[in-house]
């Protein structure tokens, strides 16, 4: 299969709510996707919801390091490490992306 389908067609079954089918699909691109932040930040989701919160953690850090002010990526390694019961470093994140981003959810984060 092309990587791009592949690709695609794991969006599309995060979005449809198969988090493991999307890891199915992407795992022959994990080392491919090292360097690209959409793909880490998909690779993310997908480990999120399928409850791998430390593989988690490792794709969205690796998203901000890319991509420091991608507001979404420090909600979303926010969340994680809200989840890991890390709620400190969680609030962290959640200031610098309502500090990005003036959305009324980012903000709430903080409240």
Same mark, same amino acid.
């Given at each position: 299969?092309?990587?791009?389908?592949?690709?695609?067609?794991?969006?599309?079954?995060?979005?449809?709510?198969?988090?493991?089918? =999307?890891?199915?699909?992407? #795992?022959?691109? /994990?080392?491919?996707?090292? $360097?690209? !932040?959409?793909?880490?930040?998909? %690779? *993310? +989701?997908?480990?999120?919801?399928?409850?791998?919160?430390?593989? =988690?953690?490792?794709?969205? #850090?690796?998203? /901000?390091?890319?991509?420091? $002010?991608? !507001?979404?990526?420090?909600?979303? %390694? *926010? +969340?994680?490490?809200?989840?890991?019961?890390?709620?400190?470093? =969680?609030?962290?994140?959640?200031?610098?992306?309502?500090?990005?981003?003036?959305?009324?959810?980012?903000?709430?984060?903080?409240?």
């Amino acid at each position: 299969m092309h990587e791009t389908l592949r690709y695609r067609l794991a969006e599309v079954q995060l979005d449809a709510g198969d988090p493991l089918e =999307a890891l199915r699909l992407l #795992e022959p691109l /994990v080392d491919e996707l090292q $360097t690209h !932040a959409a793909g880490q930040l998909l %690779l *993310g +989701r997908a480990y999120y919801h399928s409850a791998q919160l430390a593989r =988690a953690q490792e794709a969205f #850090e690796r998203v /901000v390091e890319m991509a420091p $002010t991608d !507001a979404f990526a420090r909600v979303a %390694l *926010g +969340r994680t490490l809200q989840r890991r019961s890390r709620h400190d470093e =969680a609030a962290v994140h959640f200031r610098v992306a309502a500090a990005l981003d003036p959305r009324p959810e980012y903000r709430e984060l903080v409240a």
